[in-house]
């Protein structure tokens, strides 16, 4: 069975951290990899894509992939109280078309 | 304004009831998704479309039923079969579904209850 794990949080830091999100996947040949933001109440909305082994950045947030290890992550530099809510992580398993698995979310408590 | 739209953004319903869900998109995307989250889950697969008069069941279809007339529209009906309907339903789109960098956007959701 496809899985994605992430660990439910919360995830507590103080305001100016570096917030670590993390996700394993169980599908060795999956090729792209997103991480998404929801709020409360709210749809999910995309922060970052990555496909090729190691980082990229975006603003405060990096993405970070091991496909060898099967392994995700998402480093928020600078870490706000608007950057509190549950991440989700996306996985593109492979085969056919694009069918993403999603992690449970972890929640994100960034604290003043 | 570019996006997806969904409505309503909330629904009750009697149990016996088929309640249809609202999903449309003027981004031009062929590939369109339905998803449902429940409490601290993931989101689950339900159905999805890639192209005009085409659907697929995804992870969770018993209960649901689509269409998809017209390339903008991907309507979802919750019929009464579904046993557990309370949940958050979320609508996406994507370009075309199956290239490797294609990226699924979300609508802003409805909230159904089983009264």
């Known amino acids: 069975q496809k899985e994605v794990e992430q660990n439910s949080g919360p995830l507590s830091v103080p305001e100016g951290a570096i917030a670590s999100l993390n996700c394993t996947y169980s599908?060795?040949?999956?090729?792209?990899f997103f991480w998404y933001r929801q709020y409360s109440g709210k749809s999910p909305e995309l922060i970052m894509s990555?496909?090729?082994?190691g980082d990229k950045e975006d603003g405060r947030f990096t993405a970070q992939l091991n496909k060898a290890s099967q392994y995700v992550s998402l480093l928020i530099r600078d870490s706000q109280p608007s950057d509190s809510a549950t991440y989700l992580c996306a996985v593109q398993f492979s085969g056919g078309y694009n069918k993403l698995i999603f992690g449970a979310g972890t929640r994100l408590a960034v604290h003043p | 304004d570019g996006g997806i739209t969904q409505s309503p953004k909330y629904l009750f319903r009697k149990e016996g009831q088929n309640v249809t869900l609202s999903c449309e998109q003027n981004?031009?995307?062929?590939?369109m998704y339905w998803y449902r989250q429940d409490p601290g889950q993931g989101l689950r697969l339900i159905y999805y479309s890639q192209i005009v008069n085409d659907f697929q069941k995804g992870d969770i279809a018993e209960g649901y039923s689509v269409s998809r007339e017209k390339k903008e529209s991907f309507p979802l009906t919750v019929t009464s079969a579904q046993k557990n309907p309370t949940a958050f339903y979320l609508c996406a789109s994507s370009i075309e579904g199956h290239l490797l960098t294609d990226t699924q956007y979300f609508g802003p959701g409805t909230r159904l209850t089983v009264l």
């Open positions: 990555i496909y090729s082994n």
């Open positions: 981004l031009n995307h062929d590939a």
């Open positions: 599908d060795r040949g999956s090729q792209s």
